[in-house]
């Protein structure tokens, strides 16, 4: 296969993607698209030094005026190159720069098992990469309730960019449990039961205030209303642990 300086020079040649006409050989649009996902930041110099536009103008309007109106509409090369490469071939498995995984699920395991870097994860997140790919496979429609939590896990991501990459995770990937010391969770309510039990609520809250992976665990369960219930059951336990002390305090000044 050419790289795609080839192809973008053949093109240019014959004003068509038919580059043998002798023979009726035609560089198909999935070629095309394989080779910018494979060649990602060539795709990117290119979109940038106006070659991609300038060749395309010369072969196909419709490429040509889409990548017009990306140009106007975001405002990184790298939003503009992920979605040409899924205008010529739909089919692609999901790709950003040397990223590539056979499905969303396997980006999930990677995150969870922390095989590819946050700061990967937040610019995805950022650029609202995710749920264009899941619009263009139309997962958005067969499975909504993913796809509003992909929606949130891209709209976190300017909060906590933590949360968002272990939310992330957990929406796509197969570990769908909490662990605390060797137990695993898979409810709110099951770690409650536990922490009562153990009369570590307390002690558990003041450990989790600062850990990523808890809250974005809590938003997978329930977004933000399982949040909201947690953090009013660490004050209520709060408020009575605190009643409990002055009554404390109270009845061994009134023995004195």
């Known amino acids: 296969m050419w790289t795609l300086d080839e192809i973008l020079r053949k093109l240019e040649e014959t004003k068509s993607y038919c580059y043998d006409k002798d023979n009726h050989i035609v560089l198909t649009k999935e070629q095309i698209g ?12 290119f979109y940038e030094s106006n070659q991609l536009l300038e060749t395309f103008e010369k072969v196909d309007d419709e490429i040509a005026n889409k990548i017009k109106d990306y140009k106007k509409k975001y405002s990184t090369p790298e939003e503009v190159v992920f979605r040409l490469q899924y205008d010529f071939n739909p089919g692609l498995l999901f790709s950003y720069k040397e990223f590539v995984f056979r499905d969303i699920k396997q980006l999930g395991d990677a995150i969870l098992n922390k095989d590819i870097e946050m700061d990967a994860v ?3 997140l950022k ?33 906590s960019k933590e949360v968002a990459y272990y939310l ?35 002690v558990f809250s003041k450990i989790v205030e600062t850990d990523p992976v808890f809250f974005a665990w809590l938003f997978y369960l329930g977004n933000k209303s399982i949040v909201d219930q947690w953090n009013n059951i660490v004050e209520d336990t709060e408020e009575k642990e605190k009643i409990f002390k002055e009554e404390r305090t109270e009845n061994e000044t009134t023995k004195v």
Do not use: H
Request: charged residues 35%; contains cysteine.
């Open 34 to 45: 394989e080779c910018i996902s494979t060649n990602f930041e060539d795709a990117i110099e």
């Open 122 to 124: 937040e610019e995805i």
């Open 127 to 159: 650029l609202k990469l995710i749920s264009y790919y899941l619009r263009i496979k139309k997962i958005d429609t067969i499975d909504e309730k993913m796809f509003d939590a992909i929606l949130l896990a891209e709209d976190y991501v300017n909060r």
């Open 168 to 202: 992330l995770g957990y929406i796509l990937g197969d570990i769908k449990y909490y662990k605390y010391g060797k137990q695993k969770f898979e409810s709110v309510i099951d770690l409650y039961a536990y922490l009562s039990k153990k009369k570590k609520i307390n």
